[in-house]
């Protein structure tokens, strides 16, 4: 669905401000990943982006709750630019315990459960232990004057 509307013409609408940008795909991608969970999974609960600043409320509970970004990037989506994502967290007792990248164009799926490592297509991923010379034994600098 995102990969053939990335080149498509889009019409969206302003959620918060004229950054924060809302398409149909958003909406239909957000219902698609919904739908397709409560019928796997009946009794949890659900926290979409687009449903909230659609003025739908949602608490957090301890429920298992899925929380789901259709599209991570509108911006980025809507200027046909490719580094946009599905972003979807399950949490239960209001603790994240498992998270879902899906960087739509590169096809390269990362998953993560809490206690069980991160992969990225089923392959195993960790922190580098590699240093680099401008790094070592030093702290980051602070940040600019101003921000």
């Given at each position: 669905m995102i990969r053939r509307a990335i080149v498509a013409e889009k019409v969206f609408d302003l959620k918060s401000s004229v950054v924060d940008l809302v398409t149909e795909t958003d909406?239909?991608?957000e219902?698609?990943?919904?739908?397709?969970?409560?019928?796997?999974?009946?009794?949890?609960?659900?926290?979409?982006?687009?449903?909230?600043?659609?003025?739908i409320k949602h608490d957090l509970t301890d429920a298992p709750t899925w929380i789901i970004d259709p599209i991570d990037g509108t911006t980025n989506?809507?200027?046909?630019f490719p580094c946009v994502a599905v972003s979807i967290g399950f949490s239960v007792e209001k603790q994240l315990v498992?998270?879902?990248?899906?960087?739509?164009?590169?096809?390269e799926m990362y998953t993560a459960?809490?206690?069980?490592?991160?992969?990225?297509?089923?392959?195993?991923i960790k922190?580098?232990?590699?240093?680099?010379?401008?790094?070592?034994?030093?702290?980051?600098?602070?940040?600019?004057?101003?921000?």
């Open positions: 909406k239909a991608v219902t698609f990943i919904i739908d397709s969970l409560k019928s796997r999974y009946p009794d949890h609960r659900f926290i979409g982006e687009e449903s909230v600043a659609g003025g989506f809507v200027h046909t498992a998270g879902i990248i899906f960087h739509v164009m590169a096809e459960v809490k206690g069980h490592g991160a992969f990225c297509n089923g392959l195993p922190v580098s232990q590699a240093r680099s010379k401008w790094t070592r034994g030093r702290s980051l600098p602070p940040p600019p004057l101003g921000r």
